[in-house]
């Protein structure tokens, strides 16, 4: 073999490296051009596993009802050093629940602009209400905000079941499964920490099997059933807002002098054959917590702390 012959066996070897590579390029930089992607393939696989179940049904002739919206209120207060934090911390928890659900956010028209780019970046559905100026009562404004909700709920005839959201609660996220199920009215037991700071105590419902049958002492102060229920306790149908005598017991007419938060209460507090329990059976599960962070400074470690977790990073 000759000098000439030896020097194309050594060069051949790097052609075919050279080509390899070239086709690997070439084959890279057109599948980039591809619409199915990975993340198109990933979109696909979970579509189909949500909709085995809409497949299952269809493929033996039923009709899958349609999803009931959820319609969540959360007031909240001028001036409040945690309500940044805390709006966040409802949205991310809101962001897990199964659509459609709508978020209606009310507050004092001066803060709205604040407030307004947070809720830009939510992926929650939501709206954000005005409520008026001059409290200097707390709990006055809270029902004025309350009512605000419920006037826009009746006023744009927004059908779903209606929950108040107050932003210190935390969710058992199979609470939304069940107030998704309400018909008329539905409640819970909710947990929250006495003013001793070292017991729990649970208000709510009194349940037995899939109904509510009574009340629980408020707080626990005493034997007697509670002449209010908190409205964030119970959720209702919207239509109740503009349609009171098809869910009011005719044997005594609703008393339209009342404004909506009154009626609404007094109507889960006597009517409890037409209030489901949640959850099934006899309301067997704490669903539902209120943190005491209104018993905390602004300022304190504990709360800083607790605060800064996304419920998302923490799962």
Known sequence: MGPLDRTK???????????????????????GFSPSSTNAVQRKLEWRSLNDSSTTAAAAGEELPPQKLLIAVTTTRRKDPLQDALLRWMADALSL??????????????????TAELLRKTTVMYRHLPSGENFTDPEA???????????HIEKHRIDGIVHFSPLTSVYDLRLFDGIRETEVLGAWPTASVAANGKTVVV???????????????????????????DISSFAFNSSILWHPSRWHNHSSP????????????????????????????????????????????????VRSEFLSVNPQQSR
């Open 203 to 229: 208000d709510g419902p009194v349940c037995r099997s899939s109904r509510v049958v009574g009340w629980r002492p408020t707080g626990g102060r005493s034997r007697n059933a509670p002449s209010v229920i």
């Open 97 to 114: 629940v199964p659509p459609p659900l709508l978020w209606l956010v009310v507050e004092s028209q001066s803060e709205m602009p604040l």
């Open 254 to 301: 609703p008393d339209v002098s009342q404004d909506s938060i009154s009626f609404l209460q007094q109507m889960a507090l006597k009517e409890t054959n037409k209030t489901k329990a949640i959850p099934t059976p006899g309301c067997s599960r704490i669903v539902a917590w209120r943190l005491p962070l209104h018993r905390l400074e602004a300022t304190s470690p």
């Open 141 to 151: 404004e809270l029902r004025h905000q309350r009512n605000v909700a419920l006037r």
């Open 9 to 31: 066996k050594r060069i051949q070897p790097w052609r075919k490296a050279i080509l390899h590579v070239s086709l690997c390029f070439a084959v890279g930089f057109f599948m």
